[in-house]
């Protein structure tokens, strides 16, 4: 891996003292001020692993997001976007929802989340609904 330097201008330097100083900061984001104020003080990065125990790989992409980036980029967490829905939420609750306040199949006292798979799962729009997304 390139070795990036960090070097951190007054202001940054403040964001980051103000970051790990309060306590309302998520734990990754004050680990990463940590990194980066212990790179600005030109510290190995075999040492802030040792004493943050975090890894090589952390630290270069800290190191690289800061400089290829901004520091704001470097600290906060980037949305990920994850998989596609299946199903649109607003229409398969609603679905489901409605044949929930319906009332129970012949032979059912009241509906569960089987009987309810079971109705939904056919209709259109909502093939393969499986028990935990019905739940």
Do not use: F
């Not at 680990?31 to 510290?43: E, G, T, Y």
């Not at 319906?102 to 799962?121: C, E, F, H, N, Q």
């Amino acid at each position: 891996m390139k070795r990036i330097s960090a070097t951190l201008s007054a202001s940054d330097r403040q964001i980051l003292n103000r970051v790990r100083a309060r306590g309302y900061h998520r734990a990754r984001e004050t680990n990463r001020a940590h990194i980066l104020a212990a790179l600005d003080d030109r510290i190995p990065d075999a040492q802030i692993g040792a004493v943050l125990g975090v890894s090589r790989k952390l630290i270069w992409r800290t190191r690289s997001a800061c400089e290829e980036h901004s520091l704001a980029y470097a600290l906060h967490e980037v949305s990920r976007p994850g998989p596609p829905l299946k199903y649109r939420a607003d229409h398969a609750q609603a679905e489901v929802a409605a044949v929930a306040c319906s009332p129970p199949p012949a032979g059912a006292k009241r509906w569960t989340l089987k009987l309810l798979v079971g109705v939904v799962g056919p209709r259109t729009g909502l093939e393969g609904i499986n028990r935990e997304t019905v739940r």
